[in-house]
């Protein structure tokens, strides 16, 4: 979904912070905010092989969506992004991508947070991370 103020994609492709950049940039925002999330090679002391994202796409694009709304409509924000990517990602791969624009720096930090944070809690997208010693489906969180 792409209108003049917010930008949501479930891309199965590499995520591209340039273009998130470009999106949110305004000259009404003194605050840009990119926050990229990557595959780490350990989670909980646990060496990581890949990670494998399945999203339910249609639910996944509108609780996206909400989530930039609530931002425009509760935040000072310009513009907001949120591109998060499925399939297999090898370590150092981008998950997902959240950019948002304010007039100032904490209000762009704070709707960054609440991006990643809500989407975390409410958007049907799971993780199966794979051990060297076994895998394992989780929720998309750390």
Not at 58 to 65: L, R
Not at 82 to 98: D, K, S, W
Not at 116 to 129: A, F, N, S, Y
Request: charged content about 25%; overall charge negative.
């Amino acid at each position: 979904m792409n209108n003049q103020s917010i930008d949501i994609q479930i891309k199965k492709t590499y995520l591209d912070s340039s273009s998130v950049e470009q999106f949110i940039t305004n000259d009404e925002a003194g605050g840009i905010v990119l926050f990229i999330g990557t595959v780490r090679k350990f989670t909980q002391q646990k060496e990581v092989v890949r990670l494998e994202f399945e999203a339910y796409e249609p639910m996944a694009i509108k609780e996206m969506t909400k989530i930039a709304q609530h931002i425009l409509d509760h935040f000072p924000a310009k513009k907001v992004a949120i591109h998060h990517r499925v399939g297999v990602l090898a370590i150092g791969g981008i998950a997902v991508i959240i950019g948002v624009s304010c007039p100032h720096r904490k209000d762009a930090f704070d709707a960054c947070q609440y991006a990643i944070d809500t989407l975390k809690e409410t958007v049907p997208i799971w993780k199966k991370e794979i051990f060297t010693d076994g895998e394992v489906w989780v929720a998309a969180h750390p």
